[in-house]
């Protein structure tokens, strides 16, 4: 089984729908990440959570909204989607243990979103 | 990651190396690392390196550091068609407790048979 896992997997929507990513891992990881990523541009971060209680936006974060539920899920929010939001949406976890050292994030398979 | 930059695009020949290379910003940044996404899945570490090293050999995989100029390179000695993929690089910035990872713009590597 996937140790993190999104939902949906594929999402086509129109614009100034509201969207909701969803994220979930058993890795027992306090730390969870949304990134996006566009051809060319690399994987851009969008949210960061270190735990429960602490949300942070990361560089790109307008637009967007995130819920941490519980230390599991983190949801991804696009509260009125627009098409320069087209992209591959990609969610992933580290553990606060190997903060500052290996720091290895892992990562969801993946949502791929089309706005209309 | 407008603060780390990668060439877009690799082919090379089966069999023979490959480099790809990776130029980073920070200076402080303790740990640089390398990330693979094969199609239709999400990115995986690859390989890593800490800062007070110069290069780190892992099987195929050979990293070099340059901290002087800040770049980072990446070899696959004997590429196979199974390494076509997009390379990441990325660099490690906040430090300590509050560390983040910023990624390059990843590189595709296309392996022709």
């Given at each position: 089984d996937a140790d993190v896992t999104q939902t949906p997997r594929n999402r086509i929507t129109k614009t100034g729908k509201r969207i909701m990513l969803e994220c979930s891992q058993?890795?027992?990881?306090d730390r969870m990440y949304w990134y996006r990523q566009d051809p060319g541009l690399g994987l851009r971060l969008i949210y960061y959570s270190f735990d429960v209680k602490d949300i942070n936006k990361g560089e790109i974060s307008d637009g967007y909204s995130v819920s941490r539920q519980a230390q599991a899920k983190f949801s991804l929010s696009l509260e009125s989607a627009i098409p320069n939001q087209t992209a591959l949406y990609f969610c992933a976890t580290s553990d606060t243990r190997f903060a500052g050292r290996t720091d290895e994030q892992f990562f969801g398979p993946g949502t791929r979103l089309t706005v209309l | 990651g407008e603060d780390v930059e990668q060439s877009l695009f690799l082919s090379v020949r089966e069999g023979d190396s490959s480099v790809i290379n990776c130029t980073y910003t920070d200076?402080?940044?303790t740990y640089l690392y390398w990330y693979k996404q094969e199609p239709g899945a999400g990115l995986q570490l690859l390989t890593y390196i800490f800062s007070n090293m110069d290069m780190k050999q892992d099987q195929r995989l050979t990293v070099l550091l340059n901290k002087k100029d800040k770049h980072l390179s990446l070899r696959i000695a004997d590429?196979?068609?199974?390494?076509s993929a997009i390379y990441f690089c990325a660099e490690s910035k906040?430090?300590?407790?509050t560390n983040k990872l910023i990624f390059g713009t990843g590189t595709l590597l296309a392996v022709q048979p």
């Open positions: 058993t890795k027992g990881h | 200076s402080s940044s590429t196979q068609t199974g390494d906040g430090g300590g407790a």
